[in-house]
């Protein structure tokens, strides 16, 4: 499941969660709106990481996390520190980058 955060409380939740996805976006950004459902798609088929979705715009503490320059990013965090990052609008390199965090 893909969850939106409403609050700029992003560190508190990779603190909470061993494993956690974040896409980066704001509503202005195209390649943001694509990315979206694909990222709720993949959300679906992994077990035990924690996928969100952060406004970069409106929560710039969260954006802070993963030194966000470009939209869409995609972070990747585990045991509470940031493992990668990608900039990308293809469903495949995400994949990768999820794959790199998940337990296969």
Known sequence: M????EQDNLQ???????????QYGAT??????I??????RLAGSYEGITFLYVD????????KLAQVTNLPTFAAF???ELVNQTQTN???KLKELIDEI???
């Open 2 to 5: 893909l969850q939106e955060l």
């Open 12 to 22: 508190e939740i990779i603190a909470e969660n061993d494993k956690v996805i974040v």
């Open 28 to 33: 202005w950004c195209g390649n943001c709106r």
């Open 35 to 40: 990315m979206k459902p694909k990222m709720k």
């Open 56 to 63: 970069a715009e409106k929560l710039p503490e969260s954006r």
């Open 78 to 80: 585990k045991g509470g």
């Open 90 to 92: 293809k469903e495949e």
């Open 102 to 104: 998940a337990d296969n």
